[in-house]
Structure formats: structure tokens, C-alpha cells
């Protein structure tokens, strides 16, 4: 039998990824015993106290183990965190240490949201691929700038190590997780089970843009301010580099490094993210709305649009706006 350990973090104030994981497994191990096999996984809670509070005292959980007495698991899965980032690593230096030696012992090891910033704390994600929560994707890049993270993606899986975006997607991770260990048939009951959709890939259409601003670059800043303050207008990197008084190729270079996109990427974002306020407030169609931002080719922003959110301008107008008129796509 294969071992599960679900680590219970101190100083925490989220316990629905705990619950959903828990839930999640254990109904793939009832379900794996109902079809004629014997129990996959051993599950269990384990933390480096004896109990941890959440939401004030309100409830607390027991870990079942402390992880002093685990010597080799096959899963581990670090739950989300709360959002002082910095005291949750500090406070958690125990659980950073062990699951760092489990992984070079040969387990594999999960993230749930924010859970990153302790998974990349132990240095295992440096060079590797990961998610997190977008609203997070800020101070993470702060934290760990080896680490390429990707916050468009719902779910990364490199090297034994899963990681995914943020909030309730951990459950679209846990399916992932049970096919993965048991098979598909089972992570499709599951998914029937606890009504989570398979195979989603993306948490763009999530995302609300606000820019990275922590790095410390004020000329990169004040470009991105200006972007942002004149969503409608066609802003070529030229235009920006001269105001700015740096050339264009170390512009380019100083924003990409501070920010994570071209210029020219940067502002699609901001042209999307008022595109995207437009659909989710207004009665606008797609084309007026499409004009606001600064496009005038229709087949131009419905890919970019696609691109960065993952679904197409109708399909994001319908989702968020029961009010808008209908427009044949």
C-alpha cells in the first residue's frame, strides 16, 4: 500500500484544501475496494504539532502523525496557505526540510494555490515550471525569481512534482492526481461524485491583470502606469522608449525582466482586462467593445482575447453577463 501525507502547515487559515484533499482520496480508495482491489493509499495528516487552529479558533485540526515518525511517503500534498507569505515559510522551516528530503528519498510531491511558496522554498521548483494563485503571482515572482512560474496554467507536472493555481482549482488538481495514481475510470467518478469538471488546463479566464510592480525598476513602472492609464490607444515601443529616454532594446530588456512580458504583451493585457470589464458591466457588443480597447481587426482580438483568457469573447460575455444582448459569434 501506497502512503499519503497531507501536511497540516502551523500559523494556517485555510482548511478547505486539507478537507478536499482528504475527501477526495478517500472516496478513490472506497471506490478502488468496490471494484474488487485492495486500498491504494494509506492517508494521513501530519504536521510538527500536536494541533493547528484555523479561522480564529474556530475549527482545528489533529494531525494524525507528527512527520518525525514518517521516514518515506509516496505523496505528499501541501495544502494553501495564508497570504504572509514570508512568517508561513519562516514558521514552517520543519516541513520545508522533510519535504525536501522525502522527494530525494523518491516521493512525489503536490502544491495546492499558495502552498507553492512552501514547495519552492525548498528549492525543489528552482528551474521547474509551477502555478499559483494570480492574485499571488506578485510576491512569489519576488520570492523566487529561479523559478518559472506560469500562472495562466491550471495544473504543472514536471519531474514528480504538481503544482496548480489558486483557490477551489485544487480540486481540478486532485482529479488530476487520482487518475494519475489509480486510473481514469475512477477519477471520472470522483468527478461525478464531488461534480468537478475534468481536464480543465487553464486559469486564465480567472485572472484579473493587474501587473507586476514589486521589482523595484520605477522607469519600468512609470511605462506601465502610462500603458495602463491609455488602454485605447496603439502604443508602440518606440513611443515608450523615447518618452522614457532609455533605448529600445535595453527598454525591451528592463521590461521583460521586470515585468515577465514584452511591452507590446503588456499591453494586450491591459487592452483585454478593459475588454473584459467591458463584457462583465456593459450591454456592448463585441465589436463596440472590441473598438473601445483599440482594435479594429475582428480576427485579431478574438485570438488575442482566446489567448490570454482561454475562451473566446462571446463565450467570456456569457459566462459573466446574463444581461448581454446575444450576438451570433
Given at each position: ?206 485572472t484579473i491583470f493587474t501587473g507586476q510592480k ?45 515585468t515577465g512580458n514584452t511591452p507590446y504583451e ?64
Open positions: 500500500m501506497k502512503h499519503l501525507t497531507i501536511l497540516i502547515p502551523n500559523g494556517q487559515n485555510n482548511l478547505s484544501s486539507i478537507v478536499g484533499a482528504y475527501k477526495i482520496f478517500t472516496r478513490a480508495n472506497k471506490y478502488w475496494k468496490e471494484t474488487g482491489r485492495k486500498e491504494l493509499f494509506k492517508i494521513e495528516l501530519a504536521g510538527t504539532s500536536k494541533k493547528v487552529e484555523f479561522y480564529d479558533g474556530l475549527f482545528t485540526v489533529r494531525p494524525q502523525r507528527n512527520i518525525s515518525a514518517i521516514t518515506k511517503t509516496n505523496l505528499i500534498i501541501i495544502p494553501s496557505l495564508n497570504h504572509n507569505y514570508q512568517n508561513a515559510v519562516t514558521g514552517n522551516k520543519l516541513l520545508i526540510n522533510w519535504i525536501e528530503k522525502q522527494y530525494k528519498k523518491g516521493a512525489e510531491v503536490a502544491s495546492i494555490c499558495t502552498g507553492a511558496f512552501m514547495l519552492a522554498s525548498s528549492g525543489l521548483l528552482d528551474g521547474k515550471s509551477c502555478s499559483t494563485h494570480w492574485a499571488a503571482a506578485d510576491n512569489f515572482r519576488s520570492m523566487f525569481p529561479k523559478v518559472n512560474l506560469q500562472t495562466d496554467k491550471l495544473i504543472t507536472d514536471e519531474n514528480g512534482i504538481y503544482t496548480n493555481g489558486g483557490a477551489y482549482s485544487f480540486l481540478n488538481l486532485m482529479i488530476y492526481l487520482v487518475e494519475k495514481y489509480y486510473n481514469r475510470q475512477t477519477a471520472i467518478f470522483c468527478s461525478k461524485v464531488f461534480q468537478i469538471e475534468m481536464d480543465r488546463q487553464s486559469q486564465s479566464a480567472f514589486l521589482h523595484g525598476d520605477e522607469i519600468v513602472k512609470k511605462a506601465q502606469e502610462y500603458i495602463e492609464s491609455k488602454p485605447t490607444e496603439k502604443i508602440s515601443v518606440e513611443h515608450l522608449s523615447s518618452k522614457f529616454s532609455v533605448s529600445r532594446r535595453n527598454f525591451d530588456r528592463r521590461f521583460i525582466k521586470a503588456y499591453s494586450q493585457r491591459v487592452k483585454i482586462e478593459s475588454a473584459k470589464k467591458a463584457f462583465e458591466t456593459s450591454r456592448k457588443t463585441i465589436n463596440e467593445v472590441m473598438y473601445e480597447v483599440g482594435y479594429s481587426d475582428e480576427k485579431a482580438f478574438r485570438e488575442v482575447f482566446r489567448k490570454i483568457t482561454g475562451i473566446s469573447p462571446l463565450e467570456y460575455r456569457n459566462k459573466y453577463n446574463k444581461e448581454a444582448v446575444v450576438w451570433d459569434d
